[in-house]
T-cell receptor
Framework: DGGITQSPKYLFRKEGQNVTLSCEQN?????MYWYRQDPGQGLRLIYY???????QKGDIAEGYSVSREKKESFPLTVTSAQKNPTAFYLC???????????FGAGTRLSVL | AQKVTQAQTEISVVEKEDVTLDCVYE???????LFWYKQPPSGELVFLIR??????QNEISGRYSWNFQKSTSSFNFTITASQVVDSAVYFC????????????FGAGTTVTVRA
């Protein structure tokens, strides 16, 4: 089955800890995106990547880091510098020519 | 800067009623895309429609229809004869029609359909 897989579904972070959220796609899409969703709010863009080994900051990149070493993978690290990490994180991918983003099932991050 | 406004935070209807979700957008781009996504309780966003800025034809897909009016910068979404399975959060979004296609989302409208 083609799609976007995010793991884990739930994640807990301790004070001062870095945690990494996984996003894998087998759709052969060029572009990948990370969004953060807070209750009652729309999605806000954290980082995006249009090609391997290249990525750009979105609107709320502070306290986050990413890598794009493989076309199918775009992991997001929530660093200890992110003081309010509790949120629902969604990964998306798209074909450049289509501009339609398809989303994974999300990871819910909470702070212990 | 791009901005999407969904003024309705929550809408509650009884099954079989029609429901219309409003979306108003701001952009300086002359060409752009508009989208609607559905987020059921499971959390995953489901793509519903993409509309090009140069195509103002209304569209109907089953019980869903969309009304795009460039003159008022609106892209409204109507669910006809709503069903309980339509209960979800619905997001309107906007992107440039070139470059990186970054999406700007509205805050979402929560639709609850009661049996």
């Amino acid at each position: 089955d083609g799609g976007i897989t995010q793991s884990p579904k739930y994640l807990f972070r301790k004070e001062g800890q870095n945690v990494t959220l996984s996003c894998e796609q087998n759709l052969n899409h060029d572009a990948m995106y990370w969004y953060r969703q807070d209750p009652g709010q729309g999605l806000r863009l954290i980082y995006y990547s249009q090609i391997v080994n290249d990525f750009q900051k979105g609107d709320i990149a502070e306290g986050y880091s990413v890598s794009r070493e493989k076309k199918e993978s775009f992991p997001l690290t929530v660093t200890s510098a992110q003081k309010n990490p509790t949120a629902f994180y969604l990964c998306a991918s798209s074909m450049d020519s289509e501009a339609i983003q398809y989303f994974g099932a999300g990871t819910r991050l909470s702070v212990l | 800067a791009q901005k999407v406004t969904q003024a309705q935070t929550e809408i509650s209807v009884v099954e079989k009623e029609d429901v219309t979700l409003d979306c108003v957008y701001e952009t300086r781009d002359t060409t752009y895309y508009l989208f609607w996504y559905k987020q059921p309780p499971s959390g995953e966003l489901v793509f519903l429609i993409r509309r090009n800025s140069f195509d103002e034809q209304n569209e109907i897909s089953g019980r869903y229809s969309w009304n795009f009016q460039k003159s008022t910068s609106s892209f409204n979404f109507t669910i006809t004869a709503s069903q309980v399975v339509d209960s979800a959060v619905y997001f309107c979004a906007l992107s440039e029609a070139r470059g990186d296609y970054k999406l700007s989302f509205g805050a979402g409208t929560t639709v609850t359909v009661r049996a």
